[in-house]
T-cell receptor
Framework: GQNIDQPTEMTATEGAIVQINCTYQ??????LFWYQQHAGEAPTFLSY??LDGLEEKGRFSSFLSRSKGYSYLLLKELQMKDSASYLC??????????WGAGTKLIIKP | GAVVSQHPSWVICKSGTSVKIECRSL??????MFWYRQFPKQSLMLMAT?????????EQGVEKDKFLINHASLTLSTLTVTSAHPEDSSFYIC???????????????FGPGTRLTVL
């Protein structure tokens, strides 16, 4: 079966760095997405990785290792507004998105 | 970036009535649109996938006669919840996928969601 695993909840301190991991087992691979979802709102696109390596975009970076079925989202200089759920999703061979359950990130002052 | 709108944002209706939710891609042509449902503190659940001009593909357990999907054009899809009941109360989110500037071709862009409350 297809499976996406990510931690349920993480806590970090304002100004710090946090890494949210995601491991996956899917039927084929056409890229991995990270989305941010604030409570009561729809998800917003953060990043897309299809090749191995690190993609940096401002305070957010996303890493992919296809051989390990592993990705992480790195958030630097955490701000209170970064408190949200972070969703990992993998596009399989049928171009369908397989979603993780999301990681709720709590930022403390 | 790509913009997807959804209307209405909130709807409260009586049990037994039907509710239509519109999803529009504003600045790109969406070859595929998706409808999700999300209950409080739960993950997104895909309900159906629709391609313009063809019938929607429903996920297992989703009643196609209850959740009617029409993908009339490359920029518009509608979800109609027929004979809504309190257990249908949820956050309904559409997303659109297609060639758009600023993002990978297969990125799904989400509408803001519609919160449905059935009394």
């Amino acid at each position: 079966g297809q499976n996406i695993d990510q931690p349920t909840e993480m806590t970090a301190t304002e100004g710090a760095i946090v890494q949210i991991n995601c491991t996956y087992q899917t039927s084929g691979f056409n890229g991995l997405f990270w989305y941010q979802q604030h409570a009561g709102e729809a998800p917003t696109f953060l990043s897309y990785n299809v090749l191995d390596g690190l993609e940096e975009k401002g305070r957010f970076s996303s890493f992919l290792s296809r051989s390990k079925g592993y990705s992480y989202l790195l958030l630097k200089e955490l701000q209170m507004k970064d408190s949200a759920s972070y969703l990992c999703a993998v596009m399989d061979s049928n171009y369908q998105l397989i979603w993780g359950a999301g990681t709720k990130l709590i930022i403390k002052p | 970036g790509a913009v997807v709108s959804q209307h209405p944002s909130w709807v409260i209706c009586k049990s037994g009535t039907s509710v239509k939710i519109e999803c529009r891609s504003l600045d790109f042509q969406a070859t595929t649109m998706f409808w999700y449902r999300q209950f409080p503190k739960q993950s997104l659940m895909l309900m159906a996938t629709s391609n313009e001009g063809s019938k929607a593909t429903y996920e297992q357990g989703v009643e196609k006669d209850k959740f009617l999907i029409n993908h009339a054009s490359l920029t518009l899809s509608t979800l109609t919840v027929t004979s809504a009941h309190p257990e249908d109360s949820s956050f309904y989110i559409c997303s659109a996928r297609g060639a758009s500037g600023g993002g990978p071709i297969d990125t799904q862009y989400f509408g803001p969601g519609t919160r449905l409350t059935v009394l």
